[in-house]
């Protein structure tokens, strides 16, 4: 509508951005019921190794990992062997965490990635934390995960509503790359191992360009 105020659009950039998994912890993935287990699993290995593949700086985080929320997700410590990996010992939302938010000053970038279990909580609350510290805050919802989609797009409400972007892992690697003259064949591996049918549009066009030799 003419005179409504639009606000302006924050690109992730891959030389501001940071990326923050809250809570990724075996015993947690049980409690997400709004995606199916294959398929969250393979959302969150998929935001992993975009964050390797783009060399972004990566804090980790868990809750009660001693009790039964269980380990970080042996798969993300896999990809993830250096970074920063903060054991909160009873703090709910991760930045009421000194040694987390230090961790995340400490990256030295101005946008913040967040994912994690559960999207109402462990995400929304450090999210929401973020932004009123002042970060661009990023939320990936298809690696991000809770007890039904009623909880998780009241969630999206209240943070979108707060001032945090809502996009899928597939939406971050895309808007990181801004043109795939950067390293088409790079990505496009690594979409294809965790998006099949990406791969056969990748086929296709391996095939159209051997056609045409």
Not at 77 to 105: S, T, Y
Not at 127 to 140: I, K, Q, T
Not at 179 to 205: C, E, F, H, V
């Given at each position: 509508?003419?005179g409504?105020?639009?606000?302006s659009?924050?690109r992730?950039?891959?030389?501001?951005?940071?990326?923050?998994?809250?809570d990724?912890q075996?015993g947690l993935?049980?409690?997400v019921q709004?995606?199916?287990p294959?398929?969250?699993?393979?959302?969150?290995l998929?935001?992993?190794?975009i964050?390797?593949?783009?060399?972004?700086?990566v804090?980790?985080t868990?809750s009660?990992?001693?009790?039964p929320?269980?380990?970080?997700?042996?798969?993300?410590?896999?990809?993830?062997?250096?970074?920063?990996?903060v054991h909160?010992p009873?703090q709910i939302?991760?930045?009421d965490n000194?040694e987390?938010?230090?961790a995340?000053?400490?990256?030295?970038?101005?946008?913040?990635i967040i994912?994690?279990i559960?999207?109402?909580?462990?995400?929304?609350?450090?999210?929401?934390?973020?932004?009123?510290?002042g970060?661009d805050?990023?939320v990936?919802t298809?690696?991000?995960g809770t007890f039904?989609?009623?909880v998780?797009?009241?969630?999206?409400i209240?943070?979108s509503?707060?001032g945090?972007?809502?996009?899928?892992?597939?939406?971050?690697?895309?808007e990181l790359?801004r043109d795939?003259?950067?390293?088409?064949?790079?990505?496009a591996?690594l979409l294809?191992?965790y998006?099949?049918?990406?791969?056969?549009?990748i086929?296709s066009?391996e095939h159209?360009?051997?056609q045409g030799?």
């Amino acid at each position: 509508m003419p005179g409504t105020q639009k606000a302006s659009y924050v690109r992730l950039d891959k030389e501001k951005a940071a990326l923050a998994l809250v809570d990724h912890q075996t015993g947690l993935f049980s409690l997400v019921q709004d995606y199916e287990p294959a398929e969250f699993r393979n959302s969150v290995l998929a935001l992993s190794a975009i964050g390797k593949f783009f060399k972004l700086p990566v804090v980790l985080t868990t809750s009660l990992s001693m009790g039964p929320n269980g380990p970080l997700l042996p798969e993300i410590l896999e990809i993830f062997p250096d970074a920063p990996l903060v054991h909160r010992p009873g703090q709910i939302n991760a930045w009421d965490n000194a040694e987390f938010v230090d961790a995340v000053k400490k990256t030295g970038r101005p946008q913040l990635i967040i994912s994690g279990i559960v999207t109402d909580v462990c995400v929304a609350h450090a999210a929401l934390s973020a932004v009123e510290a002042g970060y661009d805050v990023f939320v990936v919802t298809d690696a991000s995960g809770t007890f039904s989609p009623s909880v998780r797009e009241a969630s999206w409400i209240r943070m979108s509503n707060n001032g945090v972007q809502l996009l899928n892992w597939f939406s971050v690697a895309c808007e990181l790359m801004r043109d795939w003259r950067n390293d088409m064949a790079g990505l496009a591996a690594l979409l294809a191992k965790y998006m099949p049918a990406y791969g056969n549009l990748i086929t296709s066009r391996e095939h159209t360009l051997a056609q045409g030799k």
